[in-house]
């Protein structure tokens, strides 16, 4: 292999790396805003909440059902902690971790490989 094909192969497991460390952290900011506003009491049907709640139920869905929700019920507000929000939290966290291992393994046999 040439020095420009190991260079542009580095550069494309950069780029895997990079796009996966950004979807993880769009994920993660958006499982956080969904924490908060369920342990807040946010209004559901605030159009930035519900956008929030639907976007993220997607990603959630898996996660459904394996432990209860805590609920504290307030004067005004009802306070959920989602316990489902924080085990999707770790499980993607995980995920990535995997993800990114697998790419430098893919780079360090391209690089043993060609040599």
Not at 16 to 31: P, R, S, W
């Amino acid at each position: 292999m040439d020095e420009s094909t190991a260079k542009k192969t580095g550069s494309e497991h950069l780029k895997a790396k990079q796009i996966v460390y950004y979807v993880l952290g769009v994920l993660e900011v958006l499982f956080t805003f969904r924490l908060i506003f369920k342990l807040l009491g946010a209004n559901p049907l605030s159009p930035f909440v519900s956008l929030i709640y639907a976007v993220t139920q997607v990603f959630l869905a898996p996660f459904s059902g394996i432990f209860p929700s805590a609920v504290t019920k307030g004067l005004e507000t009802q306070s959920v902690l989602e316990s489902s929000t924080i085990i999707a939290m770790i499980v993607y966290a995980v995920l990535a971790w995997g993800v990114l291992k697998l790419i430098d393994i893919s780079r360090n046999s391209h690089n043993v490989g060609n040599r």
